[in-house]
């Protein structure tokens, strides 16, 4: 589980993986954010460490939520700008963020931090996890396929997308794409 005192290195790992600074702006959370999400919700917060390194992080809050009607906005928002929107009481887990420092990717860590979340899930009997996911490869398509189009063909097998794909693979299924 992730302490207040790796704050300032999760602020530093998602800055150096995502190349901007802890700001609003960037939507990248600061220490403060970080120390809020283990008050809030302390049983969703992860790291991974290398030593004293943080090497990956993952953030979560609990969310109320129906399969059959999701919601369709934008994560900052779902969010609450970093702050996080948990519900206490929320049926279902929500991954607000993963991140695992370049040089370290391919290596399971991202993985563990997966595994630790649906464990944490078990444990509070939550129903399940909803995660948003970039299409961090759609480039690859954007000059033949909608976002749509390239999400059928990410489920279908035809392109890999780096984030998507690893998420099906942990057994999350597509329902929406989130315009814009």
């Known amino acids: ?15 150096l993986g995502y190349g901007g600074h802890a700001s609003y702006g960037d939507q990248i959370f600061t220490p403060s954010q970080f120390r ?11 790291v991974a460490l290398d030593g004293d390194q943080v090497i990956g992080l993952t953030v979560s809050m609990r969310i109320r939520f129906d ?11 779902t969010i609450g700008a970093g702050w996080l929107r948990h519900i206490p009481d929320g049926a279902w887990m929500y991954g607000v963020e993963s991140c695992v420092h370049p040089g370290y990717q391919g290596r399971g860590v991202g993985g563990a931090l997966m595994q630790a979340r649906f464990d944490a899930a078990r444990l509070l009997n939550l129903y ?3 995660a948003g996911s970039t299409l961090l490869d ?24 780096t984030n998507l794909t690893k998420q099906m693979i942990k057994g999350f299924r597509p329902v929406a794409v989130i315009p814009n």
């Open 1 to 15: 589980h992730s302490r207040p005192e790796y704050a300032e290195r999760q602020t530093a790992l998602m800055e």
């Open 36 to 46: 809020h999400h283990i008050a809030v919700f302390p049983e969703g917060q992860f």
């Open 67 to 77: 399969p059959k009607h999701p919601f369709i906005e934008p994560w900052w928002e």
């Open 128 to 130: 399940g996890m909803v």
């Open 138 to 161: 759609y480039q690859q398509a954007a000059a033949v396929a909608t976002p749509e189009e390239y999400v059928q063909g990410v489920v279908e097998g035809r392109w890999f997308d």
